[in-house]
Every structure is written in structure tokens, then in C-alpha cells.
Antibody, heavy 125, light 109 residues
């Protein structure tokens, strides 16, 4: 059974860089998009970005200038760096596994079926 | 990028049927995926593709889609179904960007 675990500082100073890692246990990293999502207090889910097992990345356009997601398959980890943080970046940060499939060979579906428990990051001034 | 619109709140009487909807242009070309989130917990995948449930998800949850609207239906809602529900889909921009709906708070009366 695949499990994900986020790790990193729970407190980051304003204007600095937030760095989190997600460790994958119990399964392979192949053929999945490894994804970061965040949820500010009392608000909804926001996709930050993902990295395919090949290393190709996709980022939320609203965060793209500040985000870097990377993959280390040898350590079975993927990481998030978010630069120049402000109070608006205070949130619970989740890592997740995003898979895909098709029922007819031409239309694909996507899903995040494994999630970490989330880690709270607070940006302080 | 695309947007997905959900009603902020919906209520249902215990044992009745409720439909939670998600609207957006990207749903004309891409499937919606549905997640349930209870307070203090990570989201849980409940529906993906045309109408697929992961193992362990109750069969009272089902999904459907028409045009630009996807729906999550709970047939015979239970008290434990009270939660926030989020739809998400691949963006229409041709990349593997993801967009979430704003979420629907379901109250079971």
C-alpha cells in the first residue's frame, strides 16, 4: 500500500523560501504525476503543481514564477520549493499521487488516489 | 486557465438523495474527479472517470456528466457523508494543469 509523508519546517519567515519534501513508501514512482496541493485556513484546495516520473513539471500559472518541484527517484522523494513567501502562503500543504487511465483508449481520466496527511506551514513576519 | 464552479453549500435529509454539481468549460472535454474532505483530514478520492469508485467507497456515491456540468450523487445520504466535496479536472490548456472547484459543504440533516 503506497503511503506519502510530507516533511519540512512548519514556520517560514516572510520573503524566504518554503521547502517541503514528500517521501513515497510502499510502491513505485513510475507512471504517476507527483503533485503538491495546498489549502489555506478555512478555504478550498489549490493545485500548486506536479512532476511526472520522467521529470517533466507543470505549475499553477498563478504560482509559476515562485515554484519549483523536483523528483529524486533514488530517494523516492519529490520536493516543493516556493520562494518569496508571504502570509498568503500560509496553508496546509499536501502531497499526492496523480494517476491516469482510460475506459475507451482515447479519453483519459485523472485522479489523486493517495494523499499525505498534510503539513501546516505558517509564514511569519 | 479554466474555472470550476460549485455551490458553496447543499443540505440533504438523512436517507435522501442529493446531487452536488460542478460546472466549467473544461468538463466538455475532460472528466471530473470528486473528493470528499472531512475536517482535519486529507481529501479522499470518491469518484473518477465516467463513474468509477475506488475500493472502499460506498456504492451510494455515483458520478455523471452532461455538457459542461459534472455531478456527484449520493443516494441515501448518511450522517457520515457530511463533509466538503471538491471536483477537479484537467485544465483545457493542453498541459497537465489541474483545476479545483471551490468546494461544496454538504450538511446532512
Amino acid at each position: 500500500q503506497v503511503q506519502l509523508q510530507e516533511s519540512g519546517p512548519g514556520l517560514v519567515k516572510s520573503s524566504e523560501t518554503l521547502s517541503l519534501s514528500c517521501t513515497v513508501s510502499g510502491g513505485s514512482m513510475s507512471a504517476y504525476y507527483w503533485t503538491w496541493i495546498r489549502q489555506p485556513p478555512g478555504k478550498g484546495l489549490e493545485w500548486i503543481g506536479n512532476v511526472y516520473y520522467s521529470g517533466i513539471t507543470n505549475y499553477n500559472p498563478s504560482l509559476k514564477s515562485r515554484v519549483t518541484i523536483s523528483l529524486d527517484t533514488s530517494k523516492k522523494q519529490f520536493s516543493l520549493k516556493l520562494s518569496s513567501v508571504t502570509a498568503a502562503d500560509t496553508a496546509v500543504y499536501y502531497c499526492a499521487r496523480r494517476g491516469s487511465g482510460s475506459e475507451d483508449g482515447s479519453n483519459y481520466y485523472y485522479y489523486m488516489d493517495v494523499w499525505g496527511r498534510g503539513t501546516t506551514v505558517t509564514v511569519s513576519s | 486557465s479554466s474555472e470550476l464552479t460549485q455551490d458553496p453549500a447543499v443540505s440533504v435529509a438523512l436517507g435522501q438523495t442529493v446531487r452536488i454539481t460542478c460546472q466549467g468549460d473544461t468538463l466538455r472535454r475532460n472528466y471530473a474527479t470528486w473528493y470528499q474532505q472531512k475536517p482535519g483530514q486529507a481529501p479522499l478520492l470518491v469518484i473518477y472517470g465516467k463513474n468509477n469508485r475506488p475500493s472502499g467507497v460506498a456504492d451510494r456515491f455515483s458520478g455523471s456528466s452532461s455538457g459542461n456540468t459534472a455531478s456527484l450523487t449520493i443516494t441515501g445520504a448518511q450522517a457520515e457523508d457530511e463533509a466538503d466535496y471538491y471536483c477537479e479536472s484537467r485544465d483545457n490548456d493542453g498541459n497537465h494543469h489541474v483545476v479545483f472547484g471551490g468546494g461544496t459543504k454538504l450538511t446532512v440533516l
